[in-house]
């Protein structure tokens, strides 16, 4: 495993993260769900990362669980906020009253007396920006929370955070974790470029593009049986923007650069994210042991100038660059 920092901060993570959205307590087994931890571990990870709302808190709990007996020193645990996790109207939003009580039903559920990593989940238009980091930076002089961070922010929305920290003299944002892989660059042309010069890392989510980029779909041909694709609660929606045939035999010419590497698909996939310098980590899920295995071993492979030119050209047209369509809800869900 190879470690970088988490943006210009000090903190040191695995390239590799295991996230555990639409697996722990929803898809897979509890006894699954700790294979799959283990199997990380025994692969030199040992950033962990999971949100309040995945599986309507049942994640943390599954991962608290599966980390139960580790030394906490050697972890680095992120969790997150904004999402609904109660009926109520306050159960939501960047407030300071759901931030407190997130946090604290957070650090329950993961067995934990503070995390790594706090993130503000989405952006709430609905709060004061000036309230929530506020109500952030008195969660990290309290030791609940180490380093704040933010997921699927636009450019102008980080760099608003940043100019209102400095001027209040409160904690920066280190991290921003967006969606990023081969097919979906949205982040490249605005969030990138003021990362880079801010000091804010990227920890981005869903490397292999939902399962696409492991070449596991193939164009005219069914879904395969028990897969995201195929699963309504397992992401269906999200990964239905990729099942076209145009896009899915691109993807199959990725095979052969991938075999000449000595890769999995899936390890060239991981592997061309982490060739971003603002990346600081790729998070994969699993459902078997194996694929954890697999996607760690992506950790510290360079991939020259010219393999990454031949994945654009066989890319092309299917790349998703739109900076817009990194968005927050206008209204709390």
Known sequence: ??????????????????????????????????????????EGVTTFDTADVYAQTRA????????????????????????????????????????VESINGSLRRLGTDYVDLYQAHRFDHETPLEETLRAFDDLVRQGK???????????????????????????RIVSNQPQYS???????????PLCESEGVGQIVWSPIGQGVLTGKYL?????????????????????SRYMNDDLLTRVQELKPIADELGLSMAQLAIAWTLQNPNVSAAIVGASRPEQVADNARAAGVKLDADVMKRIDGVLGPVVIRDPAKTESPARRP
Not at 182 to 190: A, N, S, T, Y
């Open 182 to 192: 081969m097919l979906w660059r949205v982040i490249e042309e605005e969030i990138v």
């Open 145 to 171: 929370v180490l380093y704040v961070g933010v997921s699927e922010w636009r450019a102008e929305e980080i760099e608003r955070a940043l100019k209102i920290a400095d001027e209040m003299g409160l904690d």
């Open 1 to 42: 495993m190879e470690f970088r920092n988490l943006g210009r901060s000090g903190l040191k993570i695995s390239e590799i993260a295991y996230g555990n959205w639409l697996t722990h307590g929803s898809s897979v087994e509890e006894d699954a769900a700790h294979a799959c931890v283990h199997a990380a571990l025994d």
């Open 60 to 99: 943390e709990e599954v991962l608290g669980r599966a980390l139960k007996g580790q030394r906490r020193e050697g972890l680095e645990i992120f969790t997150k906020v904004f999402w609904p996790t109660g009926p109520g109207m306050n159960d939501r939003g960047l407030s300071r009253k759901h931030i």
């Open 219 to 239: 164009p005219g041909r069914p879904l395969p049986e028990g897969s995201r694709a195929t699963d309504a609660k397992g992401g269906a929606d999200m990964i």
